[in-house]
Nanobody
C-alpha cells in the first residue's frame, strides 16, 4: 500500500528551527520526484520544495529559499525538511506529496510559529 506519513511539527518561536520527516511505504522515494507542500489557515495549498529522483537535486519556493533544506535518506526511505529561521508566515500544515498539487499526501504535520 502506497502511503506517506509526515511527522515532526510543533510550536516554535520566530527564528527557531524544526525538522520534518516523511516516511514512505509501498514505493521507493529514490525513484520519484517528491515534494513538500503546505497549507496555511484559510489559504490554498502552496508548493514549498522538490527533490529529483536519483541525483537528488532540490528546488525551493522563493519564500523559503535559503532557510529550508529538503533531503532524502534512501536507506530509510524517508524525506526530511530542515526549516531554519522560521517566520510566523511559515505557520501551516505541511505535507509530503507526489506532485506540486499535493497528490498522495498524508495527514500532514502542523507547524506553528509564534511567540
Amino acid at each position: 500500500q502506497v502511503q506517506l506519513v509526515e511527522s515532526g511539527g510543533g510550536l516554535v518561536q520566530p527564528g527557531g528551527s524544526l525538522r520534518l520527516s516523511c516516511a514512505a511505504s509501498g514505493f521507493s522515494l529514490n525513484d520519484h520526484w517528491m515534494y513538500w507542500v503546505r497549507q496555511a489557515p484559510g489559504k490554498s495549498l502552496e508548493w514549498v520544495s522538490t527533490i529529483s529522483p536519483s541525483v537528488g537535486s532540490t528546488f525551493y519556493a522563493n519564500s523559503v529559499k535559503g532557510r529550508f533544506t529538503m533531503s532524502r535518506d534512501n536507506a530509510k526511505n524517508t524525506l526530511s525538511l530542515q526549516m531554519n529561521s522560521l517566520k510566523s508566515e511559515d505557520t501551516a500544515v505541511y505535507y509530503c506529496a507526489n506532485d506540486r498539487q499535493g497528490a498522495g499526501r498524508g495527514q500532514g504535520t502542523q507547524v506553528t510559529v509564534s511567540s
